[in-house]
C-alpha cells in the first residue's frame, strides 16, 4: 500500500510541477514563460542546472561586481583600487617620477641639446681671447756659403752664419723676426662685437636645451599616461567580460531551460566575444605603449614596461583660478624658447652693427721679440760667436674697405637678412606657443566636464546593472535585457578613463605651454 501511494504522488508530483513553475516563473515577471506543454525530453535533466544558474526564486542580495572607477557626483575622479592585471616575467615597473627622472638624465635629446650649450661655450671663450697675444719661443740657424746680391746690386762672395734663440724664431740680419715672441692680430671691430655676439649665442644654446628638456619631459608625461590608459582600459575590459560572462551564463541556462531564446544566448555569446576581441586590441596597446616609453627612455625595448598605477593619475599643474590671457602673458614673457629667439634677433642686431663698422675700425697688429743674437761672416772670425740680447717690437694699424666697399655692403645686408629672419620667426614662436596654451587650456576645460560626465553615467549605468542583474537572478527580468545596460557601463568606463588620461595630458601640455618643466603634483 504505501509503495503504490509514492507511486501515486511520483507521478501527480511529475504532471503538476511543471504547471506550477511555469505559472510561479509567469507571475515573478518572467515574460518568455508560456503554459501548456513547455518542457521537451531531457529537459527535466537541466532544472538543476537552472537553478544552480538562476539561484532559487527569492529576494536575493544585490551583487557588487568590483568596478574599475567609481565616479560619485562630488569626486568623479577619485577610482577604486581593483586588482592588477597579471604581469608577465621579468616586468619593468616604473612611476611618472621615475619615468621624468630617466628621461632627464638619460635621454640623447637632452644630452645633445646641452652639448650644443658647451659648443657655445668654447665659441664665447674663443671670441673673449681676439685681443690675447700668441706666445712663440724657438730657435735658427742661419749659414750661407756663396754669392749674393747686394741691394746696390754687387755681386760678392760671402760666408755669413747666424744663430737666433729666445722669444720668437726666424731672424736674419737685420729684419724683424719673423714670428714674434709676442704676436696679436686682431679686428678691433671683431674684438668688441664678437664676445657680445657669442654671449647671445650662449644664451639661445641654454634656453633652446631648457625648451628641448622641457616638451621631451612633457612627451616622458604623455606617453607615460598612454601606457596607464591602455592598462586601465585593458582592466575595465576585463572587468567588463566578467558582466558579460554572467549575463552569458544566464542567456544560456534560461536557453537551456526554455525559458528563453536560444538566438538570445547566442547574442550573449557573441557580444562576449567581441568584448574579448577588445582586450586583445587593448593588450596590443599596452605593448605598443610601453615600446614608445622605452624609446623615449632609450631603454631596451624587449624589457616588457608597465606601470605601477593602476588607474591614470589626476595631475592638477594649473589651477583652475588662473585666467587665459594671465596665462598667455606669462607663456610670451617666460617661455624658454621665446627668450631663445630673442637671443636670435639680438645675435643679429649686434652682427648688423658689427659689419656697419668694419671699415672704420683697423686691423691691429702687434709683434715683440726678445732673445740673444750672433754669428760669423768675413769680417769676423770663422767661428759662430759675439753673441748679445736683441729686441724687436713691431706695431702696425690697417684699415680695409673690402672689394672697395661693395664686399662690406654686402656682410651688412647679410646680416640684416639674419635679423629679419630672426624677427619673423621670434614672432611665429609667440603665436604658436600663444596657440598652445589656448588649445591646452579648452583640453583642460573640456576633460574637466568629461570627468564629471563620464563619472556619473559610470555611476548610473552600474547601479542599473546591479538593479537588473538582481531582477534577472530573481527571474524577474530575462537576462538578455542586461546587454544594453552593460555595453552602456563598459562604454561609460572607458569614457571615464579617456576623460580622466585626456585631462591629465593636457594639463601636462598646458604646463609645459607656459615654459615650465613638468613636475609631478598628484591631486
Known amino acids: 500500500m504505501r509503495s503504490l501511494i509514492r507511486d501515486c504522488w511520483s507521478r501527480l508530483f511529475r504532471h503538476i510541477a511543471p504547471a506550477l513553475c511555469a505559472l510561479f516563473t509567469s507571475l515573478t515577471g518572467c515574460q518568455s514563460t508560456t503554459f501548456g506543454p513547455m518542457f521537451a525530453p531531457g529537459v527535466e535533466e537541466a532544472l538543476p542546472f537552472v537553478v544552480a544558474t538562476l539561484g532559487t526564486p527569492t529576494v536575493v542580495a544585490e551583487p557588487t561586481p568590483q568596478m574599475l572607477l567609481v565616479a560619485a557626483q562630488e569626486k568623479p575622479h577619485e577610482p577604486i583600487a581593483v586588482p592588477r592585471l597579471p604581469l608577465p616575467a621579468h616586468v619593468r615597473m616604473i612611476d611618472l617620477a621615475g619615468a621624468l627622472a630617466s628621461a632627464g638624465a638619460d635621454n640623447p635629446t637632452i644630452a645633445l641639446a646641452e652639448e650644443a650649450v658647451r659648443v657655445t661655450l668654447a665659441e664665447r671663450m674663443q671670441a673673449r681671447a681676439l685681443l690675447l697675444p700668441t706666445l712663440d719661443a724657438g730657435t735658427n740657424l742661419r749659414s750661407h756659403q756663396g754669392t749674393v746680391v ?19 724664431a726666424d731672424a736674419k740680419g737685420t729684419g724683424t723676426v719673423a714670428v714674434p715672441g709676442v704676436r696679436l692680430v686682431s679686428h678691433l671691430g671683431d674684438a668688441y662685437f664678437a664676445p657680445k655676439a657669442a654671449q647671445r649665442k650662449v644664451v639661445q644654446s641654454q634656453f633652446a636645451a631648457a625648451a628641448t628638456r622641457q616638451y621631451l619631459l612633457m612627451e616622458v608625461g604623455i606617453r607615460y599616461l598612454a601606457l596607464v590608459e591602455a592598462q586601465a582600459r585593458q582592466q575595465a575590459y576585463r572587468q567588463s567580460l566578467s558582466e558579460f560572462e554572467e549575463i552569458e551564463r544566464l542567456t544560456a541556462g534560461f536557453a537551456k531551460a526554455k525559458q528563453g531564446r536560444q538566438a538570445d544566448a547566442d547574442r550573449a555569446k557573441s557580444e562576449a566575444m567581441l568584448l574579448r576581441a577588445e582586450m586583445e586590441r587593448a593588450a596590443e596597446a599596452v605593448e605598443t605603449a610601453a615600446a614608445e616609453m622605452a624609446r623615449l627612455l632609450d631603454w631596451d625595448p624587449s624589457m616588457p614596461l608597465r606601470s605601477v598605477e593602476v588607474v591614470p593619475p589626476m595631475l592638477e599643474l594649473v589651477g583652475k583660478s588662473h585666467s587665459l590671457s594671465a596665462l598667455l ?15 636670435d634677433v639680438a645675435f643679429f642686431e649686434i ?11 683697423p686691423v691691429i697688429a702687434v709683434g715683440f721679440s726678445a732673445g740673444a743674437y750672433g754669428g760669423s761672416g768675413a769680417n769676423t772670425e770663422s767661428r759662430l760667436g759675439h753673441f748679445s740680447a736683441r729686441t724687436d717690437l713691431d706695431i702696425a694699424a690697417i684699415w680695409s674697405l673690402p672689394n672697395a666697399g661693395v664686399g662690406n655692403r654686402a656682410l651688412q645686408n647679410l646680416a640684416r637678412t639674419g635679423l629679419e629672419s630672426a624677427l619673423i620667426e621670434h614672432a611665429r614662436t609667440i603665436d604658436r606657443i600663444r596657440r598652445e596654451v589656448t588649445e591646452a587650456y579648452a583640453l583642460v576645460e573640456t576633460r574637466r566636464q568629461e570627468i564629471t560626465f563620464a563619472g556619473r553615467r559610470t555611476e548610473t549605468s552600474q547601479q542599473a546593472f546591479t538593479e537588473e542583474l538582481a531582477r534577472a537572478k530573481n527571474l524577474k527580468a530575462l537576462p538578455i535585457e542586461l546587454l544594453r545596460i552593460a555595453n552602456q557601463l563598459a562604454e561609460a568606463r572607458q569614457d571615464l578613463v579617456r576623460a580622466i588620461t585626456g585631462f591629465s595630458q593636457a594639463q ?7 615654459g615650465n618643466t613638468p613636475v609631478v603634483t598628484a591631486r
Open 508 to 514: 601636462l601640455q598646458l604646463y609645459a605651454a607656459l
Open 150 to 168: 747686394t741691394g746696390r746690386g754687387v755681386v760678392t762672395d760671402t760666408d755669413i752664419r747666424s744663430l737666433y734663440w729666445g722669444a720668437g
Open 329 to 343: 602673458d606669462q607663456a610670451v614673457s617666460e617661455h624658454p624658447e621665446v627668450v631663445a629667439r630673442a637671443a
Open 351 to 361: 652682427r648688423v652693427r658689427q659689419e656697419k663698422l668694419r671699415p672704420l675700425l
